[in-house]
């Protein structure tokens, strides 16, 4: 298995700007959320997922929009970029067993490091 | 909604001491808890959980405690070596594992351990 993938690993945008970063699970996980890290802040929820086709928003959803089509991807959109955007961008992706609590937990991919410009 | 405090936010200890990382939340219906340790430039990864009908859990050197009573848990790392330097983050949320409703965090501690 490859886990969460997350694709670019680095992104340089200008004010204006839309792009979209995506995630990707093969573990079949139902759950599936967006996180921002600046520095100081800790991670900030963004958009979340419970499975395909069903999102919500999370502390801090403006300027994001999210979809969620099939059980594997949850690509974040960026409509129109703005500095205040600039951070490391964490997706992760769980699922609920239910009989073994410790595998419950959210495991998160690599980071993609935007800069908005 | 909740919120997570964490403190401090930079912990120095001598190698072999051991740290206690301290973090309360303000929803009294916040069930799930973990601790995520975060390497520089790289993702956050979970070291220990614990679920609010649990007041303690341990996994070799590192333990976890939680009073839902004071709405306070804490990290306890005992024996500590280099390898421990990083930036530890708590998280609160209202369903088990935190996928279903998305996880809270505190803001982190970097945590130093000094040879």
């Known amino acids: 298995n490859a886990g969460v993938t997350q694709t670019p690993k680095f992104q340089v945008l200008k004010t204006g700007q839309s792009m979209t970063l995506q995630c990707a699970q093969d573990?079949?996980?139902?759950?599936m959320s967006w996180y921002r890290q600046d520095p100081g802040m800790g991670l900030r929820l963004i958009h979340y997922?419970?499975?395909?086709?069903?999102?919500d928003q999370g502390e801090v959803p403006n300027g994001y929009n999210v979809s969620r089509s099939t059980t594997e991807d949850f690509p974040l959109r960026l409509l129109s970029a703005a500095p205040s955007q600039t951070s490391v961008y964490f997706c992760a992706s769980s699922y609920f067993s239910g009989s073994r609590p410790s595998t419950d937990t959210q495991y998160f991919g690599p980071g993609t490091r935007l800069t908005v410009l | 909604g909740e919120n997570v405090e964490q403190h401090p936010s930079t912990l120095s200890v001598q190698e072999g001491d051991s740290a206690v990382i301290k973090c309360t939340y303000s929803?009294?219906?916040?069930?799930?808890f973990p601790w995520y340790k975060q390497e520089l430039g790289k993702r956050p990864q979970l070291i220990i959980d614990?679920?609010?009908?649990?007041g303690e859990k341990k996994d070799q050197r590192i333990a976890v405690t939680l009073n839902k009573t004071a709405k306070h848990f804490s990290l306890h790392i005992t024996e500590t070596q280099p390898e421990d330097s990083a930036v530890y983050f708590c998280a609160a949320s209202l369903i088990e594992g935190g996928g279903a409703d998305g996880l809270t965090f505190g803001k982190g501690t970097h945590l130093i351990i000094q040879p």
């Open positions: 573990m079949n996980h139902e759950y």
């Open positions: 929803d009294s219906a916040s069930n799930y």
């Open positions: 997922s419970v499975g395909a086709g069903i999102t």
């Open positions: 614990i679920r609010s009908n649990v």
